[in-house]
């Protein structure tokens, strides 16, 4: 995968831990632009990127075992600084001649650590005794020639290693995570003083060389965006935009009646007043509608909107047919996740409208396939996009449809929307919008007995859901304030007409999904 130009890289090898993408991160909110690449990429491909630094990252392997993942044993001759994390500790170890206990036993949690070498530039004025997060099995029981201890723990004779001539550095603890709270400083003096990084990877500067490589990458071409509402397609239009104004730039949007309360306004409010750009607006509202009709089951109700999405896109074509470029709102977690770091040509072609007439080939292009969210809503901030859009929570292209249990009739949409307002808008009143990473409401299939005045009543309850997530993968369920939930619960079922009992989802993902269907 191609960096960005003039930026200062680092690379993080993978080997299968669940905590890579959270040592790229972290890598990134040090200003420090960073990719994760494959085990096994040969040394001369890592050289030509000409990284500032190496990143192993950990794994479930044992170094021992006869297809336990691999360095190159050429990276260590780049002349590149190296830091290993877990397995890359006990990695870096092994192909450098260390000795490597393997291990059935595991440490795991809290730890404390002893610093031995308070001088050592990872570890320079913490103080000696410190906590980090423990999770492994192996252990370094000998460091390389070359190497000195810097830190240990109760059970880990070198659970910190150092070799400065070199500067290759182990840490057995995993820094990435927030367990270990001097982990972010630690990466943080690695970039800056082992590798001697700037930290300038900013949206700023984002911003700019983005625009450049549209440019680049279009010419003089003419480029589609299909916005869902979402902060991933609307940065996506206005990076386009900023790079090559709006004559060549058409945006579609589709309103397939699915969306928020004031969703499908504030698109169309936002493109006239931010960016003077064509928008086809497409109002499909009662055609999904009458698709959907006496459907319940879920994969049928997402294949119905899926293709309905395709055959609105090419009644219109017409419109649309001038463009040769498709931009897409890609992020670096779907390029992860597809697979596209071990082989490119597979990379998820995945947005939220669900596809377009296969007839229509576009060239994709994905201006922000480097970024995870938080950076999206940065380089949409600086882009000028305003507080609504820059920290609209992520929705799914299926919209309320898979937030309704059963079929969906106008009543029950009208339902979970005036709900999931309220649900939005206590959020945002309790200032919670930034920590909370999807908050809505679900119509479950089911009536229950309640009383309202001297009325009896046999009516729905409103599932809240609220989630705390880093890239949706795993998410936790919010411990909401009391208060807010109260407010939420007296607001539904007193302006909510046919609701008369509000639930709270107290599960996290895994096993639950964010959404109900
Ligand atoms: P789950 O429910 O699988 O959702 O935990 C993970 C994240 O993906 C979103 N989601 C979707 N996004 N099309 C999308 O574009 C979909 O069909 C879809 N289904 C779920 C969900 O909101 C959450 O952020």
New binding site residues.
Partial sequence: MPQPPDTETVLVIDFGAQYTQLIARRIRECHVFCEIIPADTPAEQIARRQPKGIVLSGGPASVYEPNAPRADMGIYQLGIPVLGICYGHQLMSYQLGGVVEPSERREYGRTELTVIEPEDPLFADFGTRLTCWMSHGDKVLQPPPGFQVTAVTESTPVAAMADPARRFYGVQFHPEVHHTPFGKQLIDRFLKRVCGCRGDWTPGNFVEQAAEEIRRQVGDGHVLVAV?GGVDSMTVAALVYRAIGGERLTCVFVDHGLLRAGEAEQVRETFSRLFPVHLVYVDARERFLERLKGVEDPEQK?KIIGETFIRVFEEHADELRGCEYLAQGTLYPDVIESGATKHSATIKT???V?GLPPDMRLKVIEPLRYLFKDEVRAVAAELGLPEEVVWR??????GLA?RIAGEVTPERLEMVRAADKIVLEEIWRAGLMREI??SFAVLPAVRSVGVMGDQRTYAHPIVVRAVV?ED??T?DWARLPYEVLERISNRIVGEVPGVNRVLYDITS?PP??????
Wanted: hydrophobic residues 35%; aromatic residues 12%.
């Fill in positions: 869902s997402r995945h947005h939220n669900g929570q992520p929705f799914p292209g299926p898979v990473w999807q997530s949706a993968m998410a993902k639950a999904t964010i959404e109900w269907e």
